[in-house]
């Protein structure tokens, strides 16, 4: 079973909302990423988890707050966002691998619309 | 900088033709290599992907994609196109040194007339 899940599939919310992104896995993959994909794009790495610690952050806005509180489990808080944030945001994992030989598994996606 | 070059934005075949969608890659080691597919509005499903050994690979419905190292190439083919193939496809590359960050492709766009 290769099935990353993410909830909500979709989500509106104004400037000022707080709001979070939820991801889980259950194949015991000890990394897990968040990605954030604009229409005709391909997805941009957002941040990048290992064994339950940040261990990437591509120079996102701090409006955007990841946290891991277990293996399984990858949420992203919102806060404050801007309508420009407004994107398909993904979830991937994938098991310890040797030297890049790691498979990313994708979610299907949390469409966001900020208002 | 390693990067990837899908040449094709979009590409229209009718449906039971051949498809072959292009990848070249910039990477000065052994690249590992990735097809994933995306149907509007969702995720990514990987096809099929490229570490070592056979340079011909077998991926997912029907798919397969040749690793030419002479051409920095990893194209992906298909003998005979189905309706439900039309998607967005993309080429990813990993990159190496510690942590396993893909680089995607911009993104070919697939249509099937039927």
């Known amino acids: 079973d290769t099935e990353v899940t993410q909830t909500p599939k979709h989500l509106v919310m104004g400037m000022t909302n707080k709001k979070s992104l939820k991801c889980e896995q259950h194949?015991?993959?000890?990394?897990m990423y968040w990605y954030k994909q604009k229409a005709k794009k391909p997805p941009e790495l957002m941040f990048v988890?290992?064994?339950?610690?940040?261990?990437i952050n591509e120079s996102v806005p701090s409006r955007f707050s990841p946290e891991c509180p277990n293996s399984s489990l990858l949420n992203l808080h919102l806060h404050a966002l801007q309508p420009e944030d407004s994107a398909l945001y993904l979830c991937?994992?994938?098991?310890?691998?040797?030297?890049?030989?790691?498979?990313?598994?994708f979610g299907p996606g949390t469409r966001l619309l900020v208002l | 900088a390693q990067s990837v070059t899908q040449p094709d934005i979009h590409i229209t075949v009718s449906e039971g033709a051949s498809l072959e969608l292009r990848c070249n890659y910039s990477?000065?080691?052994?690249?590992?290599l990735f097809w994933y597919v995306q149907s509007p509005g969702q995720g990514l499903q990987l096809l099929l992907k490229?570490?070592?050994?056979?340079?011909l690979v077998q991926g997912i419905k029907g798919f397969e994609a040749e690793f030419k190292r002479s051409q920095s190439s990893f194209n992906l083919r298909k003998p005979s196109v189905h309706w439900s193939d039309a998607a967005e496809y993309f080429c990813?590359?990993?990159?190496?040194?510690?942590?396993?960050?893909?680089?995607f492709g911009a993104g070919t766009r697939l249509a099937v007339h039927p």
């Open positions: 990477y000065g080691a052994t690249p590992y």
């Open positions: 988890y290992s064994y339950e610690k940040l261990s």
């Open positions: 990813a590359v990993v990159l190496s040194g510690g942590y396993n960050k893909l680089i």
């Open positions: 194949m015991g993959h000890r990394a």
């Open positions: 991937a994992s994938s098991a310890p691998g040797q030297g890049g030989r790691e498979t990313q598994y």
């Open positions: 490229y570490f070592s050994g056979d340079t």
